[in-house]
């Protein structure tokens, strides 16, 4: 069945470092999106991206995030210059459509130390 | 007011028990509705996707829109320990989900 795979499963960093965070979304995929969870909240939009534009963003999707789709597989999301309250878990998820059912990948553990 | 209210439980139960977790929704554009479920640590997992009022079964599963009272339900019938684990209930009108706190559910052997 396919999935939606992100990599690393779980990154340790310094407060100030840059960090690129991978997914690869499912293929027949056209929108993709990162959403993350603080240990113990409710998971967040942070945003969507369709046909190599951000679509739609949340406010904490500030100046610090980015998003490419730098080949036809991969979907990134970077965060320039991390800080404490980044920690969290990164999920990637993708959806045929707009408003179609999302799926979401195993996430990314961010700790910012 | 909050765009999606969920009672964050925990919610304990028999094996073999009707279990019902609910949401409520405040914004009327919400057309699409899912249902989550999503282990430790791990992935929300989806269970239940509809964008009707009504109900929708899937196995042991059933999901129940009414849109008129801005309120989204999910049984699980036969419950098992298997069970156990955070039940999101997710809204959205265009791209952008917007999750509940989640419901924490343990089905005891």
């Known amino acids: 069945e396919p999935e939606v795979t992100q990599t690393p499963s779980h990154q340790v960093t310094q407060m100030g470092q840059e960090v690129i965070l991978r997914c690869v979304p499912i293929s027949n995929h056209l929108y993709f999106y990162w959403y993350r969870q603080i240990l113990g909240q409710k998971v967040e939009f942070l945003v969507s991206f369709y046909n190599n534009e951000i679509s739609e963003k949340s406010e904490i999707f500030d100046d610090q995030f980015s998003v490419e789709r730098p080949d036809g597989s991969n979907f990134t999301l970077k965060i320039r210059s991390t800080k404490l309250e980044d920690s969290a878990m990164y999920f990637c998820?993708?959806?045929?459509?707009?408003?179609?059912?999302?799926?979401f990948g195993e996430g990314s553990r961010l700790t910012v130390l | 007011q909050k765009e999606v209210e969920q009672d964050p439980g925990p919610l304990s139960v028999p094996e073999g028990a009707i279990v019902s977790l609910n949401c409520t929704y405040s914004?009327?554009?919400?057309?699409?509705f899912m249902w989550y479920r999503q282990y430790s640590r791990k992935g929300p997992e989806l269970l239940m996707y509809t964008y009707s009022s009504g109900n929708k079964e899937d196995g042991r599963f059933t999901a129940q829109v009414d849109k008129s009272s801005k309120y989204i339900s999910l049984f699980i019938r036969d419950s098992q320990p298997s069970d156990s684990a955070t039940y999101l209930c997710a809204i959205t009108s265009f791209q952008k989900l917007v999750f509940g706190t989640g419901t924490r559910l343990l089905v005891s052997p």
């Open positions: 914004n009327s554009a919400f057309q699409y």
């Open positions: 998820a993708s959806s045929e459509m707009p408003s179609g059912e999302l799926f």
